[in-house]
Nanobody, 121 residues
Framework: QVRLIESGGGSVQAGGSLRLSCTHS????????MGWFRQVPGKEREFLAA????????HYEESIEGRFTISRDNSKNTVHLQMDNLRPEDTAPYYC??????????????WGQGTQVTVSS
């Protein structure tokens, strides 16, 4: 059974940076695209960024574009989300997920447990 495990969350001040990592184990995700999401309690889950299998195509939600960067290292089964110039409104648990195909609106079928990001003003 494939597992996704996020790490790298924590507490930072506004303007700071964090680098989230998502590592998968227990099965193959060859060919899968990967995405990052966040969900503030009481609100809908928000898509942030996605990357295709080869890593040469990415797309972002508009509010974070230019501040967050998604990347992957398939040799290490790892996807990263570099987050710069963080704002208090970025505070949320962050989740990585895998989808069989790449593109906007894809169905993500494998999810991690999340890592908390807290940004103070």
């Amino acid at each position: 059974q494939v597992r996704l495990i996020e790490s790298g969350g924590g507490s930072v001040q506004a303007g700071g940076s964090l680098r989230l990592s998502c590592t998968h184990s227990g099965g193959s995700l060859v060919g899968y695209s990967m995405g990052w999401f966040r969900q503030v309690p009481g609100k809908e889950r928000e898509f942030l960024a996605a990357i295709n299998w080869s890593g040469d195509s990415t797309h972002y939600e508009e509010s974070i574009e230019g501040r967050f960067t998604i990347s992957r290292d398939n040799s290490k089964n790892t996807v990263h989300l570099q987050m710069d110039n963080l704002r208090p409104e970025d505070t949320a648990p962050y989740y990585c997920a895998a989808a069989e195909y790449y593109g906007r609106g894809q169905k993500y079928t494998v999810w991690g447990q999340g890592t908390q990001v807290t940004v103070s003003s």
